[in-house]
């Protein structure tokens, strides 16, 4: 049976819609940075994910061809990340999604490594005649972060926000946000298939005690 990360890590995956606490391990993603509206169309950032899911199948169906990669085992493809962040601005400005910034992944296995996803690249590029080039190999290790099951619309994600935040001060907390510490979303749903009051999401926030 092939690995699901979602189901051998419920604590990740399946947050409640009220605020946690969690401490969040290294993780290897494959990652396309990118920056602009995500909702453009045929725009960066799709462009992205059409990238991301090419990589990504390739490396989990190489067990059908000849390439062998070495600690390999069938996996479920886990689901759509990002990272986002906004220069210059303070929290989050939905208002202008032009400025956004981001880092738009999928979790891997960590017996990937960059000679796999060369290798991925080439045959995106021969069988698909997409171009992957500016996926990379990411390891991001998040430590401790406030998260949450926000429920609804992206736009709405503020309200889901609110409560973190109050959640933090209660709990003697603060957000730390850096250069290498952003504002991360999970996207459980398609929203191609489910309706936007219904699409799940998981917010997640670096933090800090104060």
Known sequence: MAFDFKKE??????????????????????????????????????????????????????KMGDHRIDGYFDFVVPPLEGFWWQNGVAGFDYAHKESFQWISCIRVPDFVENA?????????LRKKELDCSKVELLCVDEGECVQIMHIGEYDDEPASIALMDEYLEEAGYVNDFSDTRHHHEIYLSDPRRVAPERCKTIVRHPIRKK
């Open 9 to 62: 890590y419920k604590d990740l995956y399946s947050p409640k819609t009220k605020p946690s606490i969690i401490n969040v391990p290294p993780m290897k993603y494959i990652a396309v940075r990118g920056s602009g509206d995500p909702n453009e169309e045929n725009g960066e950032y799709k462009q992205s994910i059409e990238m991301l899911y090419a990589i990504a199948y390739t490396i989990k169906m190489s």
């Open 116 to 124: 796999d996803l060369d290798w991925a690249k080439a045959e995106a």
